[in-house]
Every structure is written in C-alpha cells, then in structure tokens.
C-alpha cells in the first residue's frame, strides 16, 4: 500500500513524534465513538450529560452516564492499536501520547507518557474543595460520590462542555506539538475544539502530519499522508515495517 510506505519513511526520518488520539482508537475495544452510531444514551445525546448546567440540574443522571463509561472501560482491553502505540515509545527519541479519551486504555497498553486532554474517568474530583483523587472502584459504592474530606459532592474529573482544558496538560501538548518533527492523527473526528487545534499548531510549524481513520477526518486537509483503515490494523502494520526499515 503506497500511503503506508510513505507513512514508514516519513517516520523513519522523525525523532519527536506525537500520537494524537481520539475515540476511534478505542473502537475496536468495543468502546462507542461519540459521533457515530451508539453516540446516543437514555435518549440524551451524549454531549447534553457532558456539561456542567447538566451536572448542576440533575448530578444522578450525569454520574450514571459516568458509571456506565467506566463499567464498559473496566471490561474493555487495549486493542492491537493501543498497544502498537506503546511500542512506538522504543523507536523513537521522544513519544508523546495526546489524547482526547478519558478510558486509561492507552496507560494500561503500556504507553508511558501520556497527556489527557480531556481528563479521566479515573480520577473524581469534590466540587466543594476540589480535592482530587484516582478510583478505580467498578462499580462505585453509591451515586453520586461524596468527598471523604468535607462530604461535598464530587464529579468526574474530565472536561466538560464549556470548560476549560487542565493548563499543565495543555501547555506540555502545546510545546510537544510545536517541537514534532511528525504527528500521527488516529481515530478522531477532528471536530472539538481547543484539541483539534493542535493538528494546526503541529502542521503549522513544520511537523509531518499523518492521519489514520477509515472516513477522512475534518483535519484531514492537514495530513501529507492519509491511512484510510482502522487503527487497528493499520498502526501494528506501521510498526512492523518501521522495525524493518
Ligand atoms: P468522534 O466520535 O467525534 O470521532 C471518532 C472518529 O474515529 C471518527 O472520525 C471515526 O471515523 C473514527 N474511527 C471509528 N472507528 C475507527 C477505527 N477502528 N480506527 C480509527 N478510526 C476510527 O470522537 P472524538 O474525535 O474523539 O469530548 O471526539 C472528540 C471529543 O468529542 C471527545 O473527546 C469528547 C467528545 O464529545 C469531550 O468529552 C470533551
């Protein structure tokens, strides 16, 4: 296949490289993409639980969406992407993982430096003294949680709807993407904002961009190269060539 020839020695020739990562790197672990089928839950849109007015209104409703994603990411495995992933932490001087998911699957694939945009459904955060700790309880013991410290309510810690993206973690994304020498776009519609910005900032200073989804994405126009097959497949078979280039 010729992109992916292309794709191997467009890699072969870079040392900094980012991952940039959405949903569809989790699809074939059996998780549901936001916009595409099963982007539907109890009848709400997916993004009508993600926002802050709905946690205010109703913090049960919200925490049942977030129980569920975190059951279904508890029984899930990293898939052949993942893990591919992982392993492209030993070919390369730098690799860093910039990821718009919130399922720890890229962590538990074994990949060691990871940024999460968007938070995690790991951690829980009190709304009343924003202590924040890491809970991996499946299920959680009741709905919604309360702060062991001053009984506040908690919440996720993830990023929702109008909220703004953790300043550490998007300034460290901001300065690996501007230093890449190539950024591989994997299973992301390219449609939410700040994150899709950093196809941009990358492209715009100087990094390769190659981008690995079956439907072109909205920052497809940004990719020199465009894998059209399932992460998947398509990042095992990056790997192994690159190991032969
Ligand atoms: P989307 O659901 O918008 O897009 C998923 C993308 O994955 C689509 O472009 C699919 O074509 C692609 N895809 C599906 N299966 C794939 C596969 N096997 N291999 C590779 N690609 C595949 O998900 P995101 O782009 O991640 O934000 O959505 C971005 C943000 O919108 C999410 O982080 C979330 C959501 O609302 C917040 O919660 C703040």
């Not at 109890?42 to 639980?49: P, Y």
Request: charged share 20%; net charge neutral.
């Amino acid at each position: 296949m010729e992109a992916l020839h292309e794709a191997v020695r467009l890699l072969a020739q870079s040392q900094r490289v980012v991952v940039f990562t959405g949903a569809g790197v989790s699809a074939e672990s059996g998780l549901a993409t936001f916009r595409g089928a099963g982007g539907l839950w109890e009848g709400h849109r997916v993004e009508d639980v993600a926002t802050p007015e709905a946690f205010a209104r109703d913090p049960e409703l919200v925490w049942r969406f977030y129980a569920m994603r975190r059951e279904r990411a508890w029984q899930a495995q990293p898939n052949p992407a993942h893990l591919a992933i992982a392993e492209m932490d030993r070919l390369f001087a730098q690799l860093v993982v910039v990821t718009q998911n919130v399922d720890g699957l890229h962590q538990r694939a074994g990949s060691r430096h990871v940024l999460e945009l968007h938070g995690s459904l790991w951690r829980i955060r009190c709304t009343r003294c924003q202590r924040e700790r890491h809970d991996e309880q499946v299920p959680l013991a009741s709905l919604p949680p309360r702060c062991g410290a001053c009984s506040g309510l908690e919440r996720p810690a993830v990023v929702w709807f109008g909220e703004s993206l953790p300043t550490k973690v998007w300034e460290e994304a901001e300065r690996a993407c501007s230093n890449a020498d190539l950024m591989l776009v994997v299973g992301t519609s390219g449609v939410v904002w700040p994150a899709a910005g950093l196809v941009e900032l990358a492209a715009a200073t100087g990094a390769w961009v190659v981008e690995v989804n079956p439907e072109p994405s909205a920052l497809a126009h940004l990719a020199r190269v465009q894998l059209q097959a399932k992460a998947g497949q398509a990042l095992p078979a990056l790997v192994r060539q690159l190991r032969e280039a």
